[in-house]
């Protein structure tokens, strides 16, 4: 192209004279709303990539009625974790010929609010709201008359991770090893606004062993760094010998805090996380910790939004999901 000059944008017209076809024969070969014999639509094709023809993409959603886009609205996706379950969200969406379009919105109340209202003006067919901060009713009045499905607490069917019982059996499992001192990095996104189940489970249970814990349970924010300064708040007030965290990543910064004292895992402290990240199982030793279930967290999701477009979803009762355990080698019995 000569510098300065622009050249016209090739249209559907020119790819169907190109080709002998009409404009709408184009149309059906690429929505496949209707048969096309295989050799006409070779050419089509062949003519679409030779004249770099690209169907505008609002024009398409406003004939459609549908852009074949569903947002998911999350506060980041730095944490694995979190990362892990747009990617599993991602590929549901696509068995449905679905496309996710991803917005960030830190934990900024405002923030996200903006973001649902924005996803919500014609952007995408339906939401999948990630964020924390934001309940299923807000959310709901936020996006409209554009279907949304608010994670883990959609009101008309919320799915719960049951944190009691794997709380209680990681503390079991570690008593059952020998630790009498366990130290807790709670995570800032399992409360959701509500006391950390975890804390409750952690609480009774030591109790009912006869074993002090005040100081013993801090708050973290989910990252590498929050689960060096827990483990140190820990350790000012007393030496564990085994410290559990809302997260794989806490349970990471953990690691690094040891390796910094020189304290040896598992030998003279064992950790136990919470997610199972790809990177659990490669760092060493190998993590302990609770696979999130993202497999069935985004079907159970995919699934509510496609039956609330369709305008044909049952309210359904709470149901509960039990994590299973990943016993690796961050654990060792208690000296």
């Known amino acids: 192209m000569t510098p300065g000059i622009m050249t016209r944008k090739t249209t559907i017209i020119d790819v169907a004279k190109a080709v002998g076809v009409s404009p709408s024969t184009v149309s059906h070969a690429i929505s496949g709303k209707r048969e096309i014999s295989t050799p006409v639509k070779q050419r089509i094709f062949e003519k679409i990539r030779e004249l770099d023809y690209r169907p505008n993409f609002f024009a398409q959603a406003m004939k459609n009625n549908s852009t074949r886009l569903i947002g998911i609205v999350a506060d980041e996706c730095r944490n694995p974790g979190s990362a892990l379950l747009i990617d599993t969200l991602s590929a549901e969406l696509s068995r449905f010929s679905y496309e996710a379009v991803i917005g960030l919105a830190g934990l900024g109340l405002d923030a996200g609010r903006e973001m649902l209202r924005r996803f919500s003006t014609g952007l995408v067919d339906g939401i999948i709201n990630l964020l924390p901060q934001i309940d299923s009713n807000?959310?709901?009045?936020?996006?409209?008359?554009?279907?949304?499905?608010?994670?883990?607490?959609?009101?008309?069917?919320?799915?719960?991770?049951?944190?009691?019982?794997m709380t209680r059996e990681l503390l079991e499992y570690l008593w059952s090893m020998g630790h009498r001192r366990i130290g807790y990095i709670a995570s800032r996104t399992r409360r959701y606004g509500l006391p950390d189940p975890s804390i409750a489970v952690y609480t009774r249970f030591m109790e009912s062993h006869h074993q002090s814990h005040a100081g013993l349970v801090?708050?973290?924010?989910?990252?590498?760094?929050?689960?060096?300064?827990?483990?140190?708040?820990?350790?000012?007030?007393?030496?564990?010998?085994?410290?559990?965290?809302?997260?794989?990543?806490?349970?990471?910064?953990?690691?690094?805090?040891?390796?910094?004292?020189?304290?040896?895992?598992?030998?003279?402290?064992?950790?136990?996380?919470?997610?199972?990240?790809?990177?659990?199982a490669t760092i060493i030793p190998p993590l302990t910790t609770f696979r999130f279930p993202a497999g069935e967290v985004a079907a159970h999701a995919v699934r509510l939004l496609l039956a609330k477009q369709q305008k044909n979803f049952q309210p359904e009762k709470s149901r509960s999901i039990k994590m299973q355990m990943i016993i690796r080698n961050s654990v060792a019995p208690k000296s």
């Not at 608010?150 to 919320?158: F, G, K, M, Q, S």
């Open 138 to 165: 807000e959310a709901e009045l936020l996006c409209g008359a554009v279907p949304v499905v608010t994670h883990l607490r959609d009101t008309a069917a919320p799915l719960r991770l049951d944190y009691e019982a």
């Open 218 to 280: 801090v708050e973290g924010q989910d990252s590498i760094e929050t689960g060096m300064t827990g483990a140190e708040a820990i350790f000012r007030k007393e030496r564990v010998s085994a410290i559990f965290t809302g997260n794989d990543q806490m349970a990471f910064g953990v690691y690094r805090w040891a390796y910094e004292n020189k304290l040896s895992i598992p030998e003279e402290l064992s950790v136990i996380g919470f997610d199972d990240v790809p990177q659990a």
